[in-house]
């Protein structure tokens, strides 16, 4: 498996150990960082995606919170009525978002218990990109989705089959600058040993997106449940994964602090959310378009 740039992971440096067996490594012609051994990708498909089943499908406070910040970019924007689609669309959170906006949404999902699931909420969900007719879509997400294809994987090419020049192609990745990064070391949220093949800074997937022959209009860093109300702070969540390594944990954070604003009648995830350090958020969120 190899580099974007197509050169030999092998031969790429290693920056940093993180457990025994699991580097991140950081390519000598492009920059570019990744896990290293790379996962086998044919296993975790199998292993890994497949497994998620209906214990992952509720679409809890949190998807939403996490879904509308994902589309928020959007706002001011006349979106109504437009055609979505979301790459990878997990449980159907951003297409029930983009729904609530007044777009018409559809997905695409690699996991069948989920695909079966959305479908049941009434939303078209296909298994590839392929199956979707050539329709242009107006607006299309590609949310946590590109960090974990490998490269041979090239959807920013492929999607050019089914947007036009005016399409907004919103992309979000974990920002690897980021100060949580730095902050939790290798207890940070966006270390994901067999799922997560890159780690992005908001130079690289700039990089990647212009070399896939987009051209970038808004790019901020948010922490990832930055939503609406309540959720919204990158030290809790961090705080979440370092408890258990999971997103339990963060569910756990964010019922206390529920629970705190509902006795105090304040708004703290809020606060957070709106004085804290955008600029250093979890997440990097991307609006692009086509070249030309
Ligand atoms: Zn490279």
Known sequence: MDCFCGQKKEIGKNIAELFKGFEIRECQECKQLYSYPPPVMKTIEAEVYQEFNSRHEAISEFDMNYARLNIHLLNGKNVLSKRFLDFGCGNGATLKAAKELGMKSEGIEINKNMAEYVRKQGFLVHASLNEVKEEKFDVVNISAVLEHLPAEED?????????????????????????????????????????????????TIQYLINKKGYKIEIIEQYPMGAGIDRHGSFVYESAGYLLDGQAFGIRIINAIIHCIDKMTGKNIGKFIRTRGPKKCGDQIFIVCSLLG
Do not use: Q
């Open 155 to 203: 959807i920013l090419e492929e999607l050019k089959k089914v947007i036009h020049v005016k399409t907004k192609v919103l992309i979000n990745v974990p920002n690897y600058g980021s100060f949580a990064r730095r902050f939790f070391g290798k207890y940070w949220m966006g270390y994901r040993r067999y799922e997560h093949l890159w780690y992005f800074t908001p130079e």
